[in-house]
């Protein structure tokens, strides 16, 4: 809409800086979007501490129109941050390689002491599953089916799966659009294809055809 400004803010995923995501906000700068990144500590707060500090972030966020890109643990963030702070501005949301329906490593990491240690406060309602439903938004959700990282040393992954998070696992009832892409779960986030479909999605709602 002319005239309106856009802001997109992008939320890391598990074990993660931000700065894995740098690539993918050049490209969404240079699609014409000013990008903030928001930063958590992601074993140290739970998915809704985390989401209470992306709620007080976003106030500082310029724009009428807010876009929220989300790799990873990143997209339960975002189903926790409506639950905490619902009225948020309009804006789309891309998620990608978020298990929305918990992750089956880290269920497999959990059965042990250290394992629960090294995935700390990210399991309460988060990679285990049980996150808020997320409604009156319009969500994209990329997927990758390239299997390469280490989640099947851990335990089986149903295919297809990006290495870390099976397809299956990134649907939910609140996923408006749902595209899979032969991308690795790392590998997403310097994808120039992702890049583009993240585009069309934050400004038509659809992903390309």
Known sequence: MAGMRTSVVTVHGWHMTGLEMALLRRRLRAGGHEVYPFRYASRRRTPE???????????????????????????????HLFEVAPVQRPGRIVMLGSPLQGSRVAARLAQNRIGRWWLGAALDRGLLGGSPILRGRDIGMIAGSRARGP??????????????????????PDVFRHLTLPESHMGMLVDRAVAQETLHFLETGEFLP
């Open 151 to 172: 989640g099947p040393l851990f335990t089986r992954l149903p295919h297809p799966h990006d290495g870390m998070v099976a397809v299956e696992e990134t649907q939910g």
């Open 49 to 79: 501490q985390a989401a209470r500090a992306l709620a007080a972030f976003l106030d500082d966020v310029p724009g009428d129109l807010v876009h929220l890109v989300a790799h990873s643990l990143g997209g339960v963030i975002v189903r």
